[in-house]
């Protein structure tokens, strides 16, 4: 396609490079520098998509972020849905297409890069424009940690969609010398392509950066593709500059229909002409500026139409120098045209309300209706606003600490004005901080505004008729007869006009539709705007993808994995792994043709009637040392530890002040000063806070520390009546017999001059030993094990096994059997609470009648009748009927199972239990509903296997 | 993400912290002695007031430390923190 529209020369585009891209399947060209819609409008394209509900043909209306319209999805190189063509920059090779409101995201996962960045400064500057280089160059030459962000491809801000000129020169050579100034400060961060989107507490902002999304397909693949900023700034200084609002009218969304700034910028940014002839519709002078660019560029202006009475002298004589018609006191009533705009309906105004209407011919139609300054920052902020009856906008109303606006964002209209206000904005960021010394750099001149009359503001044109096609948000397709509708159902919250119309909710977050949505609804109520408000600015600014967002916390990075000394080893074995917290833990070691149940069937089988391994690492280890360890253990486990002989075990439970168990364990005493506390693996963590909380916060007078040591020691569970040829074989020189190596007491011995700790603690009821050592040297005594094994057929086995094993004991595991509101009397546990102890965290609350009620939930164990169904874990149990169908809804509840397996030593399925009364009903039956059945069971005694406990000694 | 002031580290974001609940109730002196009442008070009950209240927090990601903080519910400001061992500070 021909570039037809482009200027001859001019803009800030590379002309000597042109790019190739598709767009709707069409073959275009475009230049380096230009925008997706830049290209397009080159080439005379406006039409970009059909809207979402009504169909009608859209185009692009404005040159950046504030454009409602112009919607469309990537779909070369990597698809990429609800892109903005204002803000995807041009590159070779780019194919899209235009949305109709709603994308399509890619079925293939993102394999680009994602990553985070912080950033610690004394002042932030969110904006690269006049006002916002100001700023930073004043903080910049005081010697201040500056952040500079701005969002679009170079500084410059407005100044890269004008021709002024500072200090008599192009005001981009005063952009480009002040971008070197702050690259020589070596405090300065500055980055562009970069969106401060978010403003959250304590000058805490989230920024994105697009590093290589403007190099396509041609981005190099191990650099991040966006980079998520988290910038903490003492100071921030929002100069993110102001949105050209437009004028509702009828037909007012016909492509060709653009706000007055966003041709001006297509035109001296990017050398395009956005049609050929235009009619310029304003209410403000910012807007005779576009039609007089726009004539000197060759577009035929046919009429300036001034909807204030009079036009201001300096730019009527502009426009009489170019052959351009002014006619003040005029509105556009609505538009003409097939798909584009071909016609604009001028009228004059008269008391508010527009006369009889004559058609002008043009294919583009510029609007302004004045400007709003970016305040979303300083809104975030809970910044209040007001409305400026002079300037017709919104501005802050109030100072906030740390977060100061600056330039139009403040509501400062001229170049020479944003300078000042940058600089004074700056200095006054200085001076709370008092960093270096407020420097006053000198600013450039700009050339004299001219002279010109304040804005009139108007929010819209009457069309005579309902508004239904007056539309106030493009892309939701929302009208003045949506406002209507929703001011006469009685709704005065604009946040609740904004959900009902939906006006402000789509990609642009209102951009152009938020304040007017504000204004047409005061107006239709006849209350001032002020008592309107706007609704809340919520981050983010601008869309931010969630990959974004999540930068590398995904896939296996997503969440940290902890695993063993002997994690190798296990995956060498073919284990398959369950996650345990963070934790990596072997779940069962099929072996060829196994599923789980047999697997965990031969591995409890193995282990009962030979010998077992398990990798027990992941328990928590708690080193507590001190003159008052046993003090504090004292007050901390229901039973009493100060006992405990040095070389000796001894089981614990642990109960939060309300009496629940909140875990269990078992305490190895290494010293009259020093125990080692193990913890289950879930509950490590929360032990150590647990117990660091009462020591620091409540007994601060105990001499005790407390020190994690989990991942130091691998711990290695040997169990099974073999264990003792397995251990003795392996440590020659520890007396492994019952004599002299009793139950619950430890050994300390070497292996190969590497310290190892041997403990007789069962988690099985089998004869078991713990094997601890460094983990530094876990891999190999673990495989020494092994071997050792190897003549009794030693059987590595998971955590399902662990589980089967314990649980035909009756041992909970806290947090499965246990709910947080389990005492230990619940878990038949009344030998594990002391009763010499005066007092320990718990103890009271025993004695609460809550606490005494006998029909409390009891650890129990189930059998199903049958002998073959397996309870589902979490199963309700309910009332025992005669008839054995349930009885009438609300079914009485007895409780739950809590964990259920299918035994190999019973040779049948068993559960545990929480049942109300348990221990009272032993013997009874009751019921299980398992999908549409009632399946009966036979409450036992918790303990179903060696319930004498011979087989602990071998 | 607020910045909260640690008595020990400085300022540290928010998500380091791990937040403790009311602070000055002290583990009674003898429970034994409390009726049923007054040891409910003690474990379950707890001032929630709109304003400044007088919390305990943790620095659970940094040094691990308790420390107290006068907070305003209401802002989430923190207008003062102090150690555990040091009285409620008096804030004009």
Redesign the interface.
């Known amino acids: 396609m021909s570039s037809s529209f482009r200027t001859p020369d001019g803009g800030r585009i590379d002309r000597s490079t042109t790019l190739e891209f598709v767009f709707d399947g069409q073959s275009y060209a475009g230049h380096a520098g230009d925008t997706l819609a830049s290209a397009l409008l080159a080439s005379g394209r406006h039409s970009i998509a059909t809207s979402v509900k009504l169909g009608r043909p859209r185009g692009i209306a404005a040159a950046w972020a504030e454009d409602p319209s112009g919607l469309v999805q990537i779909e070369e190189p990597f698809p990429e849905p609800m892109l903005l063509a204002t803000t995807v920059e041009l590159y070779d090779g780019l194919a899209a297409h235009g949305l109709p409101g709603q994308g399509r995201l890619a079925d293939v996962p993102d394999s680009a890069r994602y990553d985070a960045m912080h950033a610690h400064v004394d002042v932030l500057v969110v904006g690269a424009g006049p006002a916002g280089l100001a700023a930073a160059l004043t903080a910049a030459r005081a010697g201040a940690r500056v952040a500079l962000v701005d969002e679009q491809a170079e500084a410059g801000g407005a100044l890269l969609g004008s021709d002024d000129r500072l200090d008599g020169s192009p005001a981009a050579d005063w952009v480009a010398s002040a971008v070197v100034e702050l690259a020589a400060h070596p405090e300065v961060l500055h980055l562009q392509r970069t969106t401060a989107f978010g403003l959250y507490d304590d000058g805490f902002v989230l920024a994105l950066q697009r590093r290589t999304d403007h190099l396509g397909g041609a981005a190099p693949r191990h650099e991040a593709r966006q980079r998520v900023w988290r910038i903490r700034a003492r100071q921030i200084v929002v100069a993110a500059g102001a949105h050209e609002r437009p004028v509702v009218f009828a037909d007012n969304d016909r492509p060709g229909i653009m706000l007055a700034g966003g041709a001006r910028t297509f035109l001296h940014r990017y050398g395009v002409r956005a049609g050929s002839e235009a009619v310029v519709f304003t209410t403000n002078d910012s807007a005779y500026a576009a039609a007089v660019d726009l004539a000197d560029a060759g577009v035929r202006v046919a009429a300036v139409v001034d909807a204030r009475p009079e036009a201001p002298g300096h730019w009527l004589a502009a426009c009489a120098d170019r052959g351009i018609p002014v006619r003040s006191g005029s509105v556009v009533t609505g538009t003409d045209g097939d798909e584009r705009v071909a016609a604009a309906h001028v009228a004059p105004l008269a008391d508010g309300r527009p006369g009889d209407a004559e058609p002008i011919a043009c294919d583009l139609l510029l609007v302004s209706g004045g400007w709003n300054p970016a305040v979303h920052l300083f809104s975030q902020a809970r910044g209040t606003l007001r409305f400026d009856a002079a300037l017709g906008a919104f501005l802050p109303a109030e100072e906030l600490d740390g977060v100061a606006v600056a330039g139009s964002a403040a509501g400062v209209m001229d170049l020479a004005g944003c300078l000042a206000d940058g600089r004074r904005v700056g200095a006054a960021a200085l001076a709370a901080l008092a960093v270096g010394a407020p420097a006053e750099p000198a600013l450039p001149a700009a050339d004299d505004a001219p002279a010109g009359l304040g804005p009139m503001t108007l929010w819209r044109v009457p069309d005579g008729g309902d508004g239904s096609t007056s539309f106030v948000d493009l892309q939701r397709d929302a009208t003045v007869a949506d406002l209507a509708r929703a001011a006469g159902a009685g709704l005065r919250s604009m946040e609740h006009v904004k959900r009902f119309t939906t006006i402000g909710t789509a990609h642009d977050q209102g951009k152009t539709s938020g304040v007017l949505a504000s204004g047409i609804t005061a107006e239709l109520l006849g209350i001032p705007i002020q008592a309107t408000g706007t609704t809340t600015f919520r981050p983010p600014y601008t869309p931010v993808a969630f990959a974004a967002l999540a930068g590398r916390d995904r896939g296996r990075l997503f969440d940290p994995e902890r695993t063993t000394a002997v994690h190798d080893w296990h995956v060498a074995e073919g284990a398959v792994f369950e996650d345990v917290g963070q934790w990596k833990r072997p779940r069962y070691y099929p072996r060829a043709g196994e599923d789980m149940e047999a697997a965990v069937l031969r591995e409890c089988a193995a282990t009962r009637s030979g010998v077992g391994i398990l990798d027990g690492s992941t328990l928590g280890k708690i080193d507590v040392q001190g003159p008052d360890a046993a003090v504090l253990l004292d007050r901390l486990y229901t039973n009493l530890m100060s006992s405990l002989k040095v070389g000796s075990v001894r089981y614990g439970v642990m109960c939060g002040v309300d009496g629940m168990v909140i875990d269990d364990g078992t305490v190895l005493r290494l010293a009259e000063d020093r125990f080692l506390v193990l913890t289950t693996t879930g509950g490590a963590a929360k032990i150590l806070d647990w117990m660091e909380e009462w020591v620091q916060t409540e007994w601060p007078e105990l001499r005790v520390h407390l020190a994690s040591v989990t991942e130091q020691w691998s711990t290695f569970p040997v169990v099974g009546p073999r264990s003792r040829d397995v251990i003795g074989a392996v440590f020659g020189d520890v007396d492994v017999s019952n004599e002299a190596f009793p139950f619950m007491t430890w050994r300390d011995t070497t292996l190969g001059g590497v310290p190892v700790r041997l403990a007789r603690i069962s988690f099985s009821g089998e004869l078991a030993y713990e094997v601890y050592v460094s983990s530094w040297y876990a891999l190999a005594v673990w495989e020494r094990l092994v071997e050792a094994g190897r003549p009794h057929g030693i059987t590595p086995y998971g955590t399902e096994t662990m589980h089967v094993l314990r649980a035909e004991k009756g041992y909970p595991i806290i947090g499965q059997d246990t709910d947080g509101t389990v005492t230990p009397h619940d878990l038949g546990m009344a030998w594990a609470v002391s009763k010499k102890k005066p007092d320990f965290v718990g103890k009271r609350s025993f004695s609460r009648p809550a606490n005494q009620n006998p029909l409390r939930k009891q650890l129990v164990g189930l059998l199903p009748v049958d002998r073959e169904t397996v309870l589902p874990e979490g199963s309700q149990i309910v009332e025992f009927r005669d008839d054995g169908r349930l009885p009438a809804p609300p079914v009485p509840m007895l409780g739950h199972v809590t964990s259920s397996y299918r035994s190999a030593e019973l040779g049948r399925p068993f559960a545990l239990a929480l049942v109300k009364g348990g221990r009272a009903r032993i013997g009874d039956t009751v019921h299980v509903p398992v999908g549409g059945t009632l399946v009966p069971v036979e409450v036992t005694g918790s303990v179903l296997v060696d319930p004498e406990g011979a087989r602990r000694d071998g | 993400?607020?910045?909260i002031e640690c008595p020990w580290c400085g300022p540290r974001e928010?998500v380091e912290f791990?937040y403790?609940g009311q602070a000055h109730v002290?583990?009674?002196e003898?429970?034994?002695a409390?009726d049923?009442e007054q040891?409910?008070h003690?474990?379950?009950y707890r001032d929630n007031p709109k304003g400044r209240f007088a919390e305990?927090w943790?620095h659970?990601a940094g040094c691990?430390?308790?420390f107290n903080a006068v907070r305003d519910t209401a802002t989430?400001r923190f207008e003062s923190v102090y150690h555990?061992?040091q009285p409620k500070p008096v804030i004009p």
């Open positions: 993400m607020q910045l928010e791990h403790g002290a583990y009674p003898d429970p034994a409390l049923d040891w409910a003690y474990v379950f305990r943790s659970a691990r430390r308790w989430y555990p061992d």
